[in-house]
């Protein structure tokens, strides 16, 4: 059973930053992609940052230039640094984990409250 546990959630003020974990359990070798989501109340789960196999990165427009995607695959973890965060990134942050094989794994998510 594959799963995934994000740390590094919190409350943080405007400006400050924050780095998010999340490690898989199992073996990297059959990850396709790496990603994290977020889900403000009310709102749904939109894309924050994607890492392919091959190392390509995207973001969302919103997270650009504040947000990096990066991955240790000897430790099959991989990481959001948050940067000058805004109260607008306040929600539940996932890490999700796509196979090789199409199946799709989602953490329990952690609490990112940026306070202004």
């Known amino acids: 059973q594959v799963q995934l546990v994000e740390s590094g959630g919190g409350l943080v003020q405007a400006g400050g930053s924050l780095r998010l974990s999340c490690a898989a359990s199992?073996?990297?070798?059959?990850?396709?992609?790496r990603g994290w989501y977020r889900q403000a109340p009310g709102k749904q789960r939109e894309l924050v940052a994607t890492?392919?196999?091959?190392?390509?990165?995207d973001y969302a427009d919103s997270v650009k230039g504040r947000f990096t995607i990066s991955r240790d695959n000897a430790k099959n973890t991989v990481y959001l640094q948050m940067n000058n965060l805004k109260p607008e990134d306040t929600a539940v942050y996932y890490c999700?984990?796509?196979?090789?094989?199409?199946?799709?794994?989602w953490g329990q998510g952690t609490q990112v409250t940026v306070s202004s």
């Open positions: 999700k984990k796509v196979t090789t094989w199409g199946a799709e794994y």
């Open positions: 199992g073996s990297s070798f059959n990850i396709n992609t």
């Open positions: 890492m392919a196999r091959s190392g390509r990165t």
